[in-house]
């Protein structure tokens, strides 16, 4: 069985938001874990910060590349088209810091809420705000998508 060749044409399309977010919140997720696992709240156990850092980058990028996939990809363009996919990233990692921040205060603070609730919270929010521009260019515009065609995605 072989597929319509429109579906083969478009599959990048939809497969590239999801693939861009995955990739991008993994690298995110090491400078966090190196940063607040190692540097600044040693001690803990690696494995669960390593699994819980190898969870979110897939559940937040498939969640993120969803969305934009369900309410952009094909349905707006331009300017509009990059709005919407910078605001999706920055909601869904707004709300993922607010929910880790919440979880770390309930386990006792191990990784700084207690501690610097501001810091906490502003690690999260500023660079979830930065980046969400950085993948709205990505998979929005015609030079980021090149880029990523060229990276293989």
Do not use: H
């Amino acid at each position: 069985m072989s597929l319509d060749p429109t579906v083969v044409q478009a599959r990048p399309a939809f497969v590239r938001p999801i693939v861009a977010a995955i990739t991008l919140i993994a690298l995110g997720e090491v400078v966090i874990f190196l940063t607040w696992g190692l540097l600044l709240y040693p001690g803990q156990n690696l494995w669960i910060l390593g699994a819980w850092a190898a969870i979110c980058s897939v559940s937040l990028g498939a969640i993120i590349g969803a969305l934009v996939d369900i309410f952009v990809t094909g349905r707006r363009a331009a300017s509009a088209a990059f709005v919407w996919t910078a605001a999706i990233w920055f909601a869904v990692l707004a709300s993922c810091t607010y929910l880790c921040f919440r979880i770390d205060l309930a386990a006792g603070g191990r990784f700084g809420a207690a501690d610097a609730p501001t810091l906490f919270i502003s690690a999260g929010f500023i660079p979830a705000f930065l980046a969400s521009f950085l993948y709205a260019w990505l998979v929005t515009t015609p030079k980021g998508q090149g880029l990523l065609s060229r990276a293989g995605l």
